[in-house]
């Protein structure tokens, strides 16, 4: 278990502001995680008194928002080593490592891409020629992840081994998706590719020959 | 209500349980471990120990107890990974097994578990080797201590550790 010493030392309002914004958590969703109204948040961050009643309850909260908010998941998935990308419900990329936009192949070809390029981009858009069903004669791309709920918390991992062909480079490997309940905006989800540089491709143009789907129920 | 302790449908990932993070960790097909706070493994994905060519069985195992590390158990527990305040840590690491040349970019994650356990969750990412000649031992290089609020402490001395 954490260290409890610091969790009963006094917290000011301006801590709690600051903690907030320094890790983008919407005022609503920390008043939520201390359970609290926001009014009683607006007041603390104003300059009235926290309780030190509250201390050990605020330490935990602070404990989770440097940990698992949606700010945290992406400067972890941003600075990861491998080939990461974080995926919000709305299909947009939230955060893209460094590797995942330079893959060896783009490195091959001596391109440096700029993060700016797909943050906030809607995955379809990214990969506009490939035509994904995730599950294999049946359905709708990408969206697909919302159909079956994954962002709705009913799905624990979508794997999916496939061969990707961006026409200029390729790749073959297992394409995993997993879930990520951040404690102030939801399910977001965390693709996690395992590149298999060894294997052949076989596609001649753009698109995604998915050689199996495997979907983990909860 | 506590806003996060009251979860029922832990996910794979954030708020989950320990044992949540396991099967997580379990069922990856990437190369992963999860130690506790002892620095122990707790889990270890089919891939991680094939992907550093390691023989014996790492659950139960220190990551000081790798014979590359075993010298280092002190500094590796003086790492303040367990009190919250570190996000991550990253190095690269490079050894010649077998006459070739192995390189891995590693990553340490802090995990916090809805029972406010701090975990450790290991990914080994398998990467170009940088070395231009050959070494004994086990080289360590490109260290980043990544802080709970986003700061950044990188080093990139080269160190050689015994194997």
């Known amino acids: ?218 | 209500m506590t806003g996060y302790a009251t979860k029922e449908n832990c996910l794979g990932y954030g708020l989950s349980s320990r044992e949540e993070w396991i099967r997580r960790v379990l069922a990856t097909h990437g190369a992963e471990g999860l130690c506790d706070r002892e620095w122990r493994f707790i889990a270890v994905s089919a891939a991680l120990p094939s992907s550093l060519n390691a023989t014996a069985p790492f659950v139960g195992r220190r990551f000081a107890d790798l014979p590359q590390f075993k010298h280092y158990a002190g500094a590796i527990a003086a790492i303040p990974f367990f009190d919250g305040s570190l996000r991550g840590m990253q190095y690269h690491s490079e050894a010649w097994i077998d006459g070739d040349l192995r390189a891995w970019d590693m990553d340490f994650w802090a995990v916090c578990t809805e029972a406010h356990e701090m975990l450790v969750h290991i990914v080994a990412n398998r990467a170009p080797a940088q070395a231009k000649d050959t070494f004994s031992g086990f080289r360590v290089s490109d260290l980043r201590i990544i802080s709970a609020d986003g700061r950044v402490t990188a080093g990139w001395s080269d160190v050689a550790l015994p194997r």
């Open chain 1, 1 to 218: 278990m954490i260290e409890r010493t610091a969790s009963t030392a006094p917290v000011d309002g301006r801590t709690l502001k600051d903690l907030r914004a320094a890790n983008e958590v919407s005022r609503e969703a920390f008043a939520r995680l201390l359970d609290v109204p926001a009014a009683t948040l607006d007041a603390w961050e104003d300059g009235a008194s926290v309780p030190a009643a509250m201390a050990a309850h605020i330490a935990h909260v602070s404990l989770l928002v440097r940990h698992n908010s949606l700010s945290a998941w992406k400067h972890r998935v941003a600075s990861a080593s491998g080939m990461e990308i974080l995926i919000g419900a709305d299909l947009r990329i939230a955060a893209i490592s460094r590797m995942a936009l330079n893959t060896p192949f783009a490195r091959e070809l001596n391109i440096d891409i700029p993060a700016s390029v797909f943050l906030g981009a809607h995955m379809h858009r990214v990969l506009p020629n490939l035509d994904c069903t995730l599950v294999v004669n049946h359905g709708a791309g990408l969206n697909d992840l919302i159909d079956i709920g994954f962002f709705a918390g009913e799905i624990r991992f979508v794997r999916i081994a496939a061969e990707i062909n961006f026409g200029l480079y390729a790749y073959c490997g297992v394409f995993e998706y997993w879930p990520i309940e951040t404690c102030d905006t939801g399910i977001v989800a965390r693709q996690v590719s395992v590149l298999d540089l060894a294997k052949r491709t076989s596609l001649r143009q753009p698109g995604i020959l998915v050689q199996g789907v495997e979907i983990a129920r909860l």
